[in-house]
C-alpha cells in the first residue's frame, strides 16, 4: 500500500494523498451499488445521516459534498470515505472533517471494505445532540450509519470492460448490432455518417475469445472472412 496524491478539477477542489492498493491479480468484475442510499444512527441525541452512492471520480464526491453541505447547513461534521478502481490498482481515503483523528472517517472506509464494494463513496452528515461520545461511541456512530446506508443498497456486479472503437460500411450496420445484441455486448456512441460508427464495450475476461467470437458471428463462421472483416473494419482501442 502506497500514498499518493488525487485532486479535484476545480480550483479549490479536494486534493489531499489516497492509499493505492497494487493489484496482484486482474479485476475483471467487482460489487457496487445501483444507487443512492440513506442510512441513520442516532446516540446521545446526536444524530447521523450517511449517504451512500455510485462513484468513479473524485469530482463526484466533491460534488455530493457540496450539496449536502448546502442541505444540511447546520450539520457539524461532513466525514466521508470512498474506494474507487483504477488501472493502476484501489484508491481508497477517509476524511474525518474535525472528528477526532480516526473517529470517522475510517470506520465508514471500514464499512465500504467489509462489504467488499468498489466505486463506492459515503459521507456522514452528524448534527450534535450536545453530549460528547468519546472515540469509541463516534467510532460505532459512524460506522453503524454507513453499514445501515449500504445494507439499504443494491448490489449489482459490474464486468470491467474494454471499449473498441468500430467503424464501417454502412451495409455491415444490421449485421453488427445484431452480432452485438446476440453476444450481449454493451454499444454506444452510435454515429452515422458515410460510414456507421459505434462504440462495442468487450468484457475484459476473455477479451480476445469474445472479439474473435464477434467477427466469426459476422462473417457466418466463415473463417477466410474473418480476415476481410478486420480489412474493413477500422478497430480503434479507446
Known amino acids: 500500500m502506497k500514498s499518493d496524491q488525487l485532486c479535484g478539477n476545480r480550483a479549490g477542489g479536494l486534493c489531499h494523498p489516497f492509499n493505492h492498493a497494487v493489484l496482484s491479480e486482474p479485476v475483471y468484475a467487482y460489487e457496487a451499488i445501483s444507487s443512492e442510499t440513506e442510512g441513520r444512527f442516532q446516540s446521545r441525541g446526536s444524530k447521523f445521516i450517511a449517504y451512500a452512492f455510485p462513484m468513479d471520480s473524485l469530482e463526484m464526491l466533491e460534488k455530493r459534498i457540496a450539496q449536502l453541505k448546502s442541505e444540511h447547513p447546520k450539520a457539524r461534521h461532513h466525514c466521508y470515505g470512498y474506494r474507487i478502481l483504477s488501472d493502476n490498482g484501489i484508491r481508497e481515503y477517509s476524511s474525518d472533517d474535525?472528528?477526532?483523528?480516526?473517529?470517522?472517517?475510517?470506520?465508514?472506509?471500514?464499512?465500504?471494505?467489509?462489504?467488499?464494494?468498489?466505486?463506492?463513496?459515503?459521507?456522514?452528515?452528524?448534527?450534535?445532540?450536545g453530549t460528547k461520545l468519546g472515540i469509541?461511541?463516534?467510532?460505532?456512530?459512524?460506522k453503524e450509519s454507513t453499514r445501515d446506508a449500504l445494507g439499504l443498497a443494491i448490489i449489482r456486479t459490474v464486468k470491467r470492460t474494454k471499449v473498441y472503437r468500430l467503424s464501417m460500411p454502412m451495409a455491415l450496420q444490421p449485421h453488427m448490432l445484431n452480432a452485438c445484441k446476440k453476444m450481449d455486448l454493451d454499444v454506444s456512441g452510435l454515429e452515422y455518417s458515410t460510414d456507421?460508427?459505434?462504440?462495442?464495450?468487450?468484457?475484459?475476461?476473455?477479451?480476445?475469445?469474445?472479439?474473435?467470437?464477434l467477427f466469426r458471428m459476422l462473417s457466418g463462421r466463415d473463417y477466410t472472412m474473418i480476415e476481410e472483416y478486420m480489412k474493413f473494419l477500422n478497430l480503434e482501442l479507446l
Open 98 to 129: 474535525g472528528e477526532p483523528s480516526g473517529s470517522a472517517g475510517k470506520p465508514i472506509l471500514s464499512a465500504i471494505k467489509s462489504a467488499e464494494l468498489l466505486n463506492v463513496g459515503c459521507v456522514v452528515v452528524r448534527y450534535f445532540g
Open 136 to 142: 469509541p461511541g463516534l467510532i460505532e456512530a459512524y
Open 196 to 213: 456507421f460508427q459505434l462504440d462495442v464495450h468487450v468484457p475484459l475476461l476473455d477479451e480476445e475469445k469474445t472479439v474473435l467470437g
